[in-house]
Nanobody
Framework: QVQLVESGGGLVQAGGSLRLSCAAS????????MGWFRQAPGKEREFVAA????????YYADFVKGRFTISSDNAKNTVYLQMNSLKPEDTAVYYC????????????????WGQGTQVTVSS
């Protein structure tokens, strides 16, 4: 069984930075990639960024390009999301996800999910 544990969320002022971490344990055979999604109150869960587990291909939602960077440390089975120039509209619960078959922008493409970590950006 795969477990994903996010950390690094918190309260930050607009323009500030946070780095989220997601540690995977019990890694599934054939992990294809990992992604970050977020969900704000009253809104649907949306794709933020993804990275392939080998090769380092990365994908971003348009609204975070140039501000967020996804990276991974395969030796530690950990993926990171560096978030800079944060805006109040980035406030959401951020979820880490692991895919064993696909790497994409859709939640259904991921097989395992973390519990989420709250990010709050004050204006």
């Amino acid at each position: 069984q795969v477990q994903l544990v996010e950390s690094g969320g918190g309260l930050v002022q607009a323009g500030g930075s946070l780095r989220l971490s997601c540690a995977a344990s019990g890694r599934a055979f054939g992990t294809y990639g990992m992604g970050w999604f977020r969900q704000a109150p009253g809104k649907e869960r949306e794709f933020v960024a993804a990275i392939s587990w080998s090769g380092g291909n990365t994908y971003y939602a348009d609204f975070v390009k140039g501000r967020f960077t996804i990276s991974s440390d395969n030796a530690k089975n950990t993926v990171y999301l560096q978030m800079n120039s944060l805006k109040p509209e980035d406030t959401a619960v951020y979820y880490c996800a692991l895919g064993t078959r696909f790497l994409g922008r859709n939640a259904w493409e991921y097989d395992y999910w973390g519990q989420g970590t709250q990010v709050t950006v004050s204006s």
